[in-house]
C-alpha cells in the first residue's frame, strides 16, 4: 500500500485543509464584496450623481489620453476651413499639414498665396480662438509646386 501523499509531499497534514480552501475563502470574499456593491447601486439607482457619461465627455476623454487631440482639431480646422477664411479662398487653398508648431497652408496660384500671406495674422487670431488645443507658432503659406517638364524617357 502506498503512504498517503501528504507524507510523501512531507506537508503537514494540520495545515492542508488551510492551503486547499485558502483560494476559495479569498473568492469567497470578492463576491460577497460584488454582492454589496451591488445592493449599493441598487439603492442609490437614480440618485443625484448618478447619471452616465454623456459619449462626446468619454471619447473627448480618451482622445485626450491618447494624444489625439492636435489631430482632431487639425481635422476640424480642415473641415471648417471655408469658415475660416472664407468661401473664395477656401476654394483656392487648403491645409497641408501641422509639424512642431507649423501650420502650412498650399494655395492654388501665387496670387492666392499672396493673400494668404497678408491675412496670416487675422489667421492665427481665429485659429486660435477656434482651436485652442493646437499650439501654432508659426503658419507657411506655399504656392503651387514646381512643374516639370521631362521630356523623352
Do not use: C
Request: overall charge positive; hydrophobic content about 40%.
Amino acid at each position: 500500500m502506498t503512504p498517503p501523499i501528504a507524507v510523501t509531499l512531507h506537508l503537514d497534514q494540520r495545515k492542508l485543509p488551510a492551503e486547499v480552501f485558502q483560494r476559495f475563502a479569498a473568492r469567497a470574499g470578492v463576491f460577497r464584496d460584488r454582492k454589496a456593491r451591488e445592493a449599493q447601486a441598487w439603492e442609490s439607482f437614480g440618485k443625484p450623481g448618478r447619471d452616465p457619461n454623456h459619449l462626446g465627455d468619454v471619447l473627448a476623454g480618451i482622445a485626450q489620453r491618447g494624444g489625439w487631440t492636435v489631430n482632431l482639431e487639425l481635422a476640424q480646422l480642415r473641415n471648417n476651413w471655408d469658415q475660416v477664411v472664407g468661401e473664395a479662398i477656401s476654394m483656392h487653398s487648403t491645409v497641408v499639414g501641422f509639424s512642431e508648431g507649423v501650420l502650412t497652408i498650399r494655395a492654388q496660384s501665387t496670387i492666392w498665396a499672396t493673400q494668404l500671406t497678408y491675412l496670416i495674422p487675422q489667421l492665427s487670431q481665429t485659429i486660435a480662438h477656434r482651436l485652442s488645443d493646437l499650439q501654432i507658432r508659426e503658419i507657411r503659406v506655399s504656392g503651387p509646386g514646381s512643374q516639370h517638364f521631362n521630356r523623352g524617357r
